[in-house]
């Protein structure tokens, strides 16, 4: 079945760093892809969408490319910052459709100042 | 602000109870989704009605069950609660497309 894979954190950088959180999923068809950001205490927001091969999604400084040849959607910022502490999820869409979001175990963020 | 509010925020209850979850989608969605956010099994999504009508079951016990109302609000009932049903319940809404919004949950706590 579908799913994905994204890697394990707690991720802890200093401010100005760089990110990359990676995420990789296995679907039939070509899935839109997202990142959806969960702040402390909050429900999921979404961050970043990419709808087909080669889109690259792209919000608040963060960008994600969608690589159908690598089954990929890497989270990147190039300089992080303390507000950017959160839990980022990758979810593909595999109809497309509006249907349910297959999410990943998620990855923690911790930024320092 | 999603525009997708929940009810309660928090719900503690013992084992063997009965509950029932409260969403109310952004105005003019049709599309509602039941997701369970645990510790141990991350984000599973449970349920997803559109306009009134089951449109997709997901990893929902039966002892769970859900329903969209006519005026587009959703309720998640949850009975015969065990501990193991302690986890943070999330709605979000669509308004058919793929971008989904998400409320700021309902933590359930189960004594």
Redesign the interface.
């Known amino acids: 079945g579908d799913s994905v894979t994204q890697m394990e954190g707690p991720v802890t950088l200093s401010e100005e760093a760089f990110l990359t959180i990676n995420c990789t999923y296995t679907a039939t068809g070509y899935p839109?892809l997202?990142w959806?950001v969960q702040y402390p205490g909050?429900?999921?927001?979404?961050l970043l969408?990419a709808?087909k091969a080669d889109d690259k999604g792209s919000n608040k400084g963060f960008e994600a490319t969608y690589r159908k040849e690598t089954t990929s959607f890497h989270l990147e910022k190039g300089s992080v910052q303390v507000s950017d502490s959160a839990v980022y999820?990758c979810a593909p869409?595999p109809n497309?459709?509006?249907?349910?979001?297959?999410?990943?175990?998620?990855t923690t963020l911790s930024v320092s100042s | 602000d999603s525009g997708v509010t929940q009810t309660p925020k928090h719900l503690i209850t013992a084992t063997g109870q009965r509950v029932t979850l409260r969403c109310s989608p952004r105005s003019g969605d049709l599309s509602v989704y039941w997701y369970q956010q645990s510790l141990d099994q991350g984000l599973q999504f449970l349920i997803q009605y559109y306009n009134g009508e089951e449109r997709a079951k997901g990893n929902i016990l039966e002892r769970f069950s859900a329903q969209q109302f006519p005026d587009l609000h959703s309720e998640l009932n949850l009975s015969s609660l065990e501990l193991g049903d302690s986890a943070l319940y999330f709605c979000a809404s669509s308004p058919g497309g793929d971008t989904q919004y998400f409320g700021p949950g309902t933590r359930l706590t189960v004594l």
């Open positions: 839109s997202f959806y909050e429900g999921l927001q979404l969408k709808t999820f869409d497309q459709a509006g249907t349910a979001l297959i999410f990943g175990k998620g």
